[in-house]
């Protein structure tokens, strides 16, 4: 398999999730970097969750998935984060 081969056909609905610590802006600071390689994003697209504790939150945001380079690039930018403790 080559770099450029996936699994996936696009386009296609695909989940992100990101979680890190429960702060207030944690949401937006996740939007805001995939809204940076996704032009359309409803807030039916987004769910927050807070853990059992209320200390973490992970946001899951779906989006409608272009290609493997778009998704590479989305989640190197949720990694290079700080807020940003673990991606799915």
Do not use: W
């Not at 979680?19 to 995939?34: H, Y």
């Not at 994003?41 to 493997?68: H, P, W």
């Amino acid at each position: 398999m080559s770099e450029e081969d996936t699994l996936f056909e696009f386009p296609c609905q695909f989940p992100i999730k990101a979680m890190g610590k429960n702060r207030a802006d944690f949401d937006l600071i996740v939007l805001a970097i995939i809204r940076q390689h996704v032009d359309d994003i409803s807030d039916a697209q987004v769910k927050t969750r807070l853990s059992k504790g209320a200390k973490f939150a992970s946001v899951t945001v779906t989006i409608e998935a272009s290609s493997k380079k778009q998704l590479d690039a989305i989640y190197q930018g949720l990694t290079d984060c700080p807020e940003v403790v673990m991606t799915l």
